[in-house]
Every structure is written in structure tokens, then in C-alpha cells.
């Protein structure tokens, strides 16, 4: 092996090693076991989050394949209609052109061109990554495969009356101009308006004023609203108003959705305008009235004057009219919700439009519950309900009632280019003929060459081909061997912020159309978050690239990235002051494993992860340790005999205590995946191999190896190096693949296993008789008797390589025994001259203490320091400290320094405020003990 662990030397070499053997691709005679990655958009690149997520996938995946489970790990990436349409429609504006220009079909064959180009990033990402993904069976959700499937669903729901072309309000986007899901616009606080207006009754001089946060929509007014409860206003119900500016009636009705305590008590209603008014408008009857064009300018159901102006000119214009006609009653700040697209950061409007929705709503049956529930969404509740579907952690499941039992119609429709175009086709007369194409349609309906057919304009939804992907991807709708053996698949990881957009609608296709679940468990993640527990998005510059943490990147590279691009670009100058404070040499090289690791130990249930480059760093130091314990291991055994050949093997209880340790390892470590704890898993694998095999039983090996011992016990030595390491290795593949491989390949054929590669191997199964308690019990006295010795030296500031006299007190004939047994071992370990067991009732010299249950270590101090000087020496120290803290609580005093210093170097002093307040602490108790030696 080479003397340094480079994890970008060997990373490549294996996983095309692993591709190339098809290692990835399904095998094994068990249990079929099947994850379906939650694909990817093809415009982007892969971020942090998908990093994560990809671990936590992999981590299963290999884990199963190495149980023996037929196992499949789907790839596949997602067309992502609108964010692709944005990216090609920049670029061909770049040229100086437009999509239009174009015409749709050159378009569409542009964005394939594009997507061509550019669709293997996340692939290389992915593979970067250790994505052990079965890369033959790779899908896009508009290969053509995929694309059948997404027609064959859409004309059976429709033929059943689950879809369906009406007249909704939507979520829109006036630049794109194209209804948008819920999940594609962001609400945030903003600082708004409430404008007061007052509406004359029209059969009196009386009037009301209405408060409201958008005074421009009060042209598509057709009601004002009261509570019925609200005695200030219960005389009006029924009369109508004479809505200024448009002269036109409305009537006054009593609502419960109006909160007397907001604004005036008196609720304008523009039903075609606002979500809630819509359904108030629905509850008595008033006809929505459009007042908008889809760009959001005023249309022609307004008057003349307003006509052609946009949204905010309209506001302007019709605030400044009702301030000349006296009927401005005052404005007042406000702050308030704002829905805005992500993708243009526009304000998004509730628009009236006709889209295509699937029913989700229409009752099968009448029995009490509230809601309404149609065959598709009401086995969807049944299946988790019943138990069929597990959510990890358990309490989503009520987040997942919650959006359904309250769910809406879902609109599929989106008016974009780029997507599955809607399969329905519209004649001269309008009349629609729904079908899976132009010419079955024709056949169908008896519609002759002569009559004009012309395809909806539309594309479907992007989430409808992903609520398909479970099954589509396996070859539905024709019975393929793959549908046939991993459907339903094993386990969904994804996270919280798509269980209404996507899981829940997987859950409801698949029920609809494999009458069974899509998966057994729904594994819910946490976000992944700074070091400040912010989240990470490109607006504030705090997003990290995993690519950069694997191969590392220079500050002034770092920087750029970071200030790039910005959706606010003010932001750029407090990025790049907190880029270069936080990463003042850049970002070093880590590896793939170190960031899996830190990933995997960062994996708690149901929390965010908090990810701090720290912890990545400390997961780096652990491949190095993993790294020279494997080189000393070999430079020990390679060319020795390690009792694979025969003869006589002599297990000492050092042996049988890290065996035994090995098999409790294993054991949790099993239950923590199996559990979906990846974090236990990890802590699991990080204490054994760091703290019980490298730090202690290497160690405890070195005197058997090197010393007097007899052949067999060399021997049982040396088989109990490389087995214990091979199988650690195998323990931890699944979450470190690329140097547990590595490694492997030179430990197995020492520990006489097969050859091949270690993704291929079984993963370790515990035994318990090889447990081992008497010898966990020995080998603890050992440790604690080692490591009191250890304290002592350095409390008393004595030098790790000077031998120490030690007198034992109490001690009892198993303290004697053991003492006995181990004598090369302490000797070696704790760099022991002597070891003298005092006579009961026999006081000590003055000396140090250690204690082992009853047995009194004591280490003599006559000769081992000077105690005048030492205690000079802590005094010096004590100072030192003491005007660093005078420093540090001076600087944290100071408001000015609070108040202008970044938030991060302000955290910086407080955390060292606190480590020299501790280490102050230790240094006056160190200087208690030594005054009183």
C-alpha cells in the first residue's frame, strides 16, 4: 500500500471498476430489495442536499446487495418543464432570439440538443459520488418509454371521469405565463400596505369600508363580505353596494371566513382573484369576474380607464381615484405574506383559467368523515392508515393526513412548450376527443381526414410523470420481468418538503394503477443546512458544491462560485467577506468517503443536518487512521504466517476481547440500518475501529509481535489482525465504498476469503458465541489501569517515554493475576519500570493516585518532578491564561465589537472565552494536587 492514504488515486480506479464488472445491476437469489431515486431535475447540478440523499440511498443499496438481496437502485432524471424552458429560452435570447420566433417544434428539438449536451453532469456527479445506481437501466421521464406510460394514464383516468377541463382558479406566473404547483412558489414577509376604501350602499347615503392588502383587484369585486355574528354590520345583510369606479352592483353577505377583529370587519370578495374569496364566492353564488390578461395587466371586463395597465400601474391609478372621489378612508403599513414563483421571483396572482385536473375530491361514499374523497385518494389514506406504507419517522404521517384529508383538485396542465403535450385533441367546433394519439382518436370517433383535429397546446405537470415514476420506469404498462419482481419497491428516501407534491401522489397512482402500494417505507430526511442553520440556497450564497469538498478548491475559485449568479446581487460583497472568513485557504481536499461519513453521521431521525466542514476535516483524519492501521496490519502479516496454513493458534484475551467487540459492532450496526439510523450506524463503526481496534488492540498486538511470545500466540495475533480488519471492512463499505475496497483487496487473500470485489461480499452477520464477556471485562481493567498511568503523566507533566516506578494498594489476588498476565503489555503501554504490590496496611511514599475499582495505583513523586518548579511552571501558565480571558472579556464587553464585528467572529471569541476558562480551571486544580504531594 501506498505510505499515504489519496483518495483521488483510487476513488476513479474502483467505481469503474465496479461499473465496468456490472456489479451495480441486480443479482443475488434473495429478496428482491428496490429503491427508486427521487430524480433529479436535468437542468442543474447535484447540491448538498442530493449529496445527502444520495449517501443515504447508497449506504441502503449496497448494505442490502451485500445481504444477499436482489437488489435495484434506479437512476433516472426528471425533464423539469419549466426550469428547462427557462434555460434554453436564455440562452436563445442570448442570441438574440426567442422561442416564438423559433415555433415549438424547432424548440423542443433545441432543448433535446441542450439536454444532449449537458445531461451527463449529474451522471458524472453521481458517479463521483459512489452512486452505486444500476446505470444500464437508466430512465428520463421524456424517453419514450416513459412518455407512453404518462398517455396511457392520462387517457384511462380520463375515460373513468378522473380527469377532467374546467374553469379553476390557478397559481400564475405572469411572465411565464403558465399555472405553477404550489411547490414552485415561496411566501415570504414583506412589508405591504392596507388600503382602506370606502363602497357607498347604493339605496342610501350609508357606506362600509372594506380594508384590503391588493386595492387594484376591487375591479373584479362582486360582493362585500361580513361575519354573521359581527352586530356592527347584521343590519346590511342583504342590501347591495354601488362599487366605486365601476358603477356596478354587489350584494352585502354574511360570511364566517370574515374576521371581525381585521381591518374593518368588512371583507371585499373578488372570487376570480383570490383563493379563499373564491370559495366564499362559491357559497353564495357570485360569478367570478376576470379583470386580468395573462401577463397581469387589466382587461377589457374593467372600465376604459384602466384597460392595458399592469397590476401595479392599475394600483396606483385606481388608489389616486378613490382619493379624488373622497373615498380613500386612510393607508395603513402592513406586513404580509407574499407568494412568489421561484423560479422568476415574480409575485404569483390567483388566476381564473381553464386548465385540465385530475378529480380528487368527487366522494365514492357518504360516511361522516370531513372531505371529500375520490377513488384515488381515499385508498391512498387507507394504505398508510392500515399500515401497508410506514412513514420513518412516524410522526409525518400527519402531515400526509392532513394535505389529504384537505386536498384539492390537482391542475396538471401547464402552458409550456417543453413537456408531455397534453393527448387531447380539439375539432373546428371545439369539441375535445381525448385518446393516446392523433389516429386511434380518428378511429375511435369515425372523424374522416377531412375534419381538422388540432392537440391541446398544453404540457402536463411535471410532478404527474414523476407520481408515475415508481412503476413507469419499470416497464409499465406492459408486465415486464423487472414490474414483476421489484414492484412494489422497498423504501422511498426523501424529503419532508415533497411528501404532498410527490409521495403522496405515487402512493395514489400506484394504488390506482398496480392495485398496490409503491413502497413499503417512506424514509423522511431532514434538510441540509450551514454551519449557522440556515438553509442552503444559491440567493444566499451559503450553498457548498460536494464536488468541491471531494477535490477540493482554491479560495479565489470558491468565491466566484459563490458571488455568481446571485438572485440578489447586492448580496455579493457580504458573500464573498463571509466566504473569505470562513474558508480563509479555500476548501482542502477531503475525498468521497470523508464527506459520506460526515453525512451518514449527520443522518438523525426527522432533524435537519447542520453540516460544518469541522466535522468533514475529523471524518478525513479517520480515512488516514483506517489508512496506517491497514499499512501496520500488513507490514506485520504479509509473508508471516497468519494461521491459514494450519498449526497450533493461541487467542489471547486481548484477541477474544476484540472479537467479541466486533460481534456487539456488528450487531448495532445492523439494527441502526436496518432502522434507518445512519448516524448510530456511523458511530457505531467511527468508535470501534479509532478507539477499540486502532488505539488499543494495535497497540496490545505490538507486544505479542515484537516480543517473546510463542508461535501460536504470533500466530493467533496475526489471524486476528486481518480477519477482524476484513471484516470491518465489509461492516463499513456501505458508507465508506472506496477505501474500505481499496484496502480490502490487499487484506482478504491474508485472511484466506474470496476474491472479487468487496461490493460483492456478504456483509457481517454477528455470532454470538464469540461474545466474549470475561475477556471485555479483563481487558477493561487493563485499559483503566493504562489510562490512570497516562492521567498522572500528564497532570504531573512527565514525559511519555520516562519509565515510572508504581505501588499498587488493595489490591486482590484477581488485581494480582492480572497484573501478572498483562505484565508485558503495561509495561509496554504505560512505560512501566516497575510494578511493586504493597503489603496490606503498608502506607505509601508521597505520590499520585489512579483508582481501578478498589485497587489503588500510585505513582511515587520523589525524583519524578520538581515540585517548586513545576508548581512555578503552573503558575506562569495560570497568568497567561488569566490575561487572555482579561482579553477576551474586554473584547465580548465592548458594544461596538458585538455590533459591527460578523456574527462568526464574534461566536470565535465567545468559544474561546470558554476553552480558557476551562483550561484555567484545570490548571488551579493540577496546582491543588501537586501543592498537596
Avoid at 437488489?71 to 418543464?81: R, V
Amino acid at each position: 500500500m501506498e505510505k499515504t492514504y489519496n483518495p483521488g488515486q483510487i476513488e476513479p480506479k474502483w467505481y469503474e471498476t465496479w461499473e465496468r464488472n456490472g456489479d451495480f445491476q441486480p443479482s443475488g437469489e434473495g429478496n428482491p430489495y428496490c429503491i427508486m431515486i427521487p430524480p433529479p431535475n436535468v437542468t442543474g447540478t447535484l447540491h448538498m442536499g442530493h449529496a445527502f440523499q444520495d449517501t443515504l440511498m447508497d449506504v441502503l443499496t449496497r448494505y442490502h446487495r451485500m445481504k444477499g438481496n436482489n437488489t435495484l437502485w434506479q437512476p433516472g432524471t426528471d425533464h423539469a418543464g419549466i426550469a428547462t424552458q427557462m434555460v434554453v429560452e436564455r440562452q436563445l435570447n442570448a442570441e438574440g432570439t426567442t422561442r416564438q420566433a423559433l415555433g415549438r417544434e424547432a424548440f423542443v428539438e433545441k432543448i433535446w440538443e441542450w439536454k444532449d449536451q449537458s445531461g451527463g453532469t449529474i451522471q458524472n456527479q453521481m458517479r463521483r459520488l459512489g452512486a452505486s445506481v444500476d446505470w444500464s437501466r437508466e430512465r428520463f421521464t421524456m424517453d419514450e418509454g416513459l412518455s407512453h406510460a404518462v398517455r396511457e394514464v392520462f387517457v384511462r383516468l380520463h375515460e373513468q371521469g378522473l380527469i377532467y377541463r374546467g374553469q379553476r382558479l390557478v397559481n400564475w406566473d405572469p411572465v411565464l405565463q403558465t399555472a405553477v404547483s404550489d411547490l414552485e412558489v415561496e411566501s415570504a414577509e414583506e412589508q405591504g400596505s392596507i388600503w382602506k376604501l370606502r363602497y357607498p350602499l347604493a339605496d342610501s347615503d350609508e357606506s362600509v369600508v372594506v380594508a384590503t392588502t391588493r386595492p387594484e383587484t376591487m375591479l373584479g369585486d362582486t360582493a362585500v363580505a361580513v361575519n354573521p355574528e359581527d352586530d356592527r354590520f347584521s343590519h346590511l345583510v342583504g342590501r347591495r353596494i354601488r362599487l366605486p369606479l365601476v358603477g356596478r352592483e354587489i350584494p352585502i353577505v354574511a360570511d364566517e371566513y370574515v374576521d371581525p377583529a381585521f381591518g374593518t370587519g368588512c371583507l371585499k370578495i373578488t372570487p376570480a382573484h383570490d383563493f379563499n374569496d373564491y370559495q366564499v364566492g362559491l357559497r353564495h353564488g357570485c360569478e367570478p369576474i376576470n379583470i386580468f390578461t395573462e401577463d397581469a395587466r387589466v382587461n377589457d371586463h374593467a372600465p376604459v380607464t384602466y384597460r392595458g395597465l399592469d397590476r401595479y400601474e392599475a394600483r396606483e391609478r385606481i388608489v389616486a381615484d378613490f382619493e379624488a372621489a373622497g373615498l380613500l378612508e386612510a393607508v395603513e403599513p402592513h406586513r404580509l405574506m407574499v407568494p412568489r414563483c421561484d423560479r422568476t421571483g415574480v409575485v404569483v396572482e390567483p388566476y381564473l383559467t381553464y386548465q385540465w385536473f385530475v378529480d380528487l375530491t368527487r366522494e365514492t361514499q357518504t360516511d361522516g368523515r370531513p372531505g371529500g374523497w375520490s377513488e384515488i385518494t381515499r385508498p391512498a389514506i387507507q394504505a398508510v392508515r392500515q399500515g401497508d406504507i410506514r412513514f420513518v419517522p412516524e410522526n409525518w404521517t400527519k402531515t400526509y393526513y392532513n394535505w389529504l384529508e384537505e386536498i384539492q383538485d390537482w391542475c396538471i396542465s401547464r402552458q409550456l412548450w417543453w413537456g408531455h403535450r397534453i393527448p387531447a385533441w380539439y375539432d373546428a367546433d371545439g369539441h375535445v376527443y381525448v385518446g393516446r394519439d392523433e389516429a386511434e382518436i380518428r378511429e375511435r370517433h369515425g372523424l374522416g381526414a377531412d375534419i381538422t383535429l388540432h392537440q391541446d397546446e398544453d404540457v402536463l405537470d411535471t410532478w404527474f410523470s414523476s407520481a408515475l415514476w415508481p412503476f413507469s420506469t419499470l416497464g409499465w404498462p406492459e408486465r415486464t420481468p423487472e414490474l414483476n419482481t421489484f414492484y412494489p419497491t422497498s423504501v422511498l428516501v426523501t424529503g419532508f418538503d415533497i411528501i404532498f407534491f410527490w409521495v403522496a401522489r405515487m402512493i395514489m397512482m400506484g394504488l390506482k394503477f398496480e392495485d398496490q402500494v409503491p413502497f413499503h417505507e417512506v424514509y423522511i430526511h431532514g434538510l441540509v443546512r450551514d454551519a449557522d442553520g440556515a438553509k442552503m440556497s444559491k440567493s444566499k450564497g451559503n450553498v457548498l458544491d460536494p464536488i468541491d469538498i471531494i477535490d477540493g478548491i482554491d479560495l479565489e475559485s470558491l468565491v466566484a462560485k459563490r458571488t455568481t449568479g446571485l438572485m440578489q446581487p447586492q448580496l455579493a460583497p457580504t458573500i464573498e467577506r463571509q466566504t473569505r472568513t470562513a474558508y480563509p485557504d479555500g476548501i482542502a481536499a477531503h475525498g468521497t468517503d470523508a464527506l459520506r461519513f460526515t453525512f451518514a453521521s449527520l443522518a438523525t431521525t426527522g432533524r435537519d443536518v447542520v453540516f460544518d466542514m469541522g466535522r468533514v476535516d475529523g471524518y478525513r483524519n479517520f480515512c488516514n487512521k483506517l489508512w496506517n492501521a491497514a499499512r501496520f496490519v500488513l507490514m506485520n502479516t504479509e509473508g508471516e504466517d497468519c494461521g491459514t496454513q494450519g498449526g497450533d493458534i493461541e487467542l489471547g484475551a486481548a484477541e477474544r476481547w476484540i472479537i467479541s467487540r466486533l460481534q456487539r459492532t456488528e450487531r448495532t450496526v445492523i439494527d441502526a440500518i436496518d432502522g434507518y439510523r445512519m448516524d448510530q450506524a456511523a458511530q457505531a463503526i467511527y468508535e470501534f475501529i479509532w478507539d477499540e481496534y486502532c488505539d488499543w488492540y494495535l497497540e496490545l498486538a505490538k507486544p505479542v509481535l515484537q516480543g517473546e511470545a510463542s508461535d501460536a500466540a504470533r500466530r493467533g495475533t496475526r489471524q486476528t489482525l486481518v480477519r477482524v480488519l476484513e471484516a470491518t471492512l465489509r461492516l463499513t463499505h456501505p458508507i465508506m465504498p472506496f477505501i474500505t475496497e481499496e484496502i480490502w483487496q490487499r487484506i482478504a487473500p491474508l485472511a484466506g476469503d474470496a476474491t472479487g470485489t468487496l461490493i460483492r461480499q456478504r456483509f457481517p452477520v454477528p455470532e454470538p458465541g464469540r461474545e466474549d464477556t470475561e475477556a471485555e471485562k479483563e481487558i477493561a481493567w487493563l485499559q483503566r489501569f493504562i489510562l490512570g498511568i497516562r492521567r498522572i503523566r500528564g497532570e504531573m507533566d512527565i514525559a511519555p517515554g520516562r519509565p515510572l516506578p508504581v505501588l499498587l494498594q488493595n489490591a486482590g489476588a484477581v488485581d494480582e493475576e492480572r497484573v501478572a498476565r498483562h505484565r508485558q503489555a503495561l509495561d509496554f503501554l504505560a512505560r512501566l519500570e516497575s510494578i511493586t504490590v504493597l503489603p496490606t496496611g503498608e502506607e505509601a511514599p508521597e505520590s499520585a493516585l489512579a483508582l481501578v475499582d478498589h485497587l489503588e495505583i500510585r505513582v511515587p513523586m520523589a525524583g519524578l518532578i520538581d515540585k517548586e518548579a513545576e508548581l512555578a511552571r503552573l503558575d506562569k501558565e495560570r497568568k497567561r491564561l488569566a490575561d487572555e480571558l482579561s482579553r477576551t472579556e474586554g473584547k465580548l464587553a465592548n458594544d461596538n465589537f458585538l455590533n459591527r464585528a460578523p456574527a462568526d467572529v464574534v461566536q470565535r471569541e465567545r468559544d474561546k472565552l470558554s476553552e480558557a476558562r476551562s483550561a484555567l480551571e484545570r490548571l488551579n486544580e493540577q496546582r491543588v494536587r501537586i501543592e498537596q504531594l
